[in-house]
């Protein structure tokens, strides 16, 4: 994309700000991988202690306003992507505003505005990585969202024995997914994905849905082979409980032992565990955290106190998960 000004609105597209931060920001360079509001809450934790923050998102979503979406203009899953636009905007700016207002009514009845601007931008760009960074710039991020992919894609699994496709329906599955995996096979990394990567010091996997948020853009080529050149310390957040229909009946040993035999990804150096106790209802359990089980993998537990007490619904504290990933770095 060559530089200029953006037509119809003022802005001047200036060179790429995630290769520029890299040569030149202060602090670590940090990129959170995953997808859905685990990823928000680690990107707002991240934001509170990194010099270069980027989030690498997986663009299999299938549900709600993507779901929609993505069928007809054959582009990558716009909503978590726009989730972590959010997240990463430090102001209440119109430009967020509108980022995060949903339709109610009509034909656009729960539709993102969000998702449609990222739409059109892609469309005005040219490409959907160029209109993202213009979103960056139009909402003035603090950070960079990267797709995990930059075309299409969806999930399969294999549950008790059956086929699932979809990350909605791989989601609301109650049985052992035995297998996993990302279409079309040849979905690759992108360069900016890549570099990110590359240049980081800290990488962050999860929180969030164990198969449909943070395997997912692992199961991308190219990913899992950058994580595993780098010298980053890769660290991995332990969810809070149990999750109805993915993750039933599983510990943080099993979390992560599928994890590394789905996608081949390097263990962790250190898991990060919450220690609050919580309450739930059945059939969700608070996630058991062996520390003997986990120390098989290699890696150290470190116990915070993650929970969003202020929060409707059981979630991890950004303020609190900063702190204890901060002390990693």
């Not at 150096?269 to 062996?290: F, H, K, Q, W, Y």
């Not at 290699?298 to 991890?316: E, F, N, S, Y």
Request: hydrophobic share 45%.
């Amino acid at each position: 994309m060559s530089s200029g000004d953006l037509p119809g609105t003022g802005i001047e597209l200036e060179p790429d700000p995630l290769m520029q931060a890299l040569a030149s920001s202060e602090g670590p360079s940090v990129v959170a991988v995953g997808g859905g509001h685990g990823l928000a809450q680690a990107v707002l934790a991240c934001q509170r202690y990194a010099g270069t923050l980027s989030a690498l998102v997986t663009v299999a979503d299938d549900g709600g306003s993507s779901g929609r979406l993505v069928p007809d203009l054959d582009i990558p899953a716009p909503g978590d992507i726009r989730r972590c636009l959010i997240a990463m905007s430090p102001e209440p700016t119109t430009w967020r505003r509108l980022f995060d207002y949903r339709f109610d009514g009509s034909d656009v009845d729960g539709h993102s505005l969000g998702n449609l601007l990222l739409v059109a931008l892609h469309q005005i760009e040219g490409t959907f990585e160029d209109g993202l960074r213009t979103a960056e710039r139009l909402l003035g991020t603090v950070g960079s969202v990267i797709p995990a992919a930059a075309e299409r894609v969806k999930l399969e699994a294999v549950v008790d024995g059956s086929v699932v496709e979809g990350q909605v329906s791989i989601a609301l599955s109650r049985g052992n997914i035995s297998k996993i995996r990302i279409l079309p096979g040849t979905a690759a990394a992108t360069d900016r994905a890549r570099e990110a990567i590359r240049a980081a010091d800290q990488i962050v996997l999860g929180p969030g849905s164990l198969y449909t948020s943070v395997i997912a853009p692992l199961l991308v080529s190219g990913v899992v082979e950058a994580i595993n050149d780098s010298g980053a310390r890769l660290v991995y957040v332990a969810n809070v409980t149990t999750q109805d229909g993915e993750t039933l009946g599983m510990d943080a040993a099993d979390h992560l032992e599928a994890l590394l035999s789905h996608t081949g990804v390097r263990p962790p150096s250190t898991v990060i565990a919450n220690r609050v106790p919580v309450a739930v209802e059945t059939p969700i359990e608070r996630l058991v955290v062996d520390e003997e089980a986990l120390a098989t993998f290699g890696v150290d537990v470190v116990w915070a106190d993650l929970l969003d007490t202020g929060a409707a619904t059981v979630r991890h504290d950004p303020v609190r998960l900063g702190l204890a990933l901060a002390g990693l770095v």
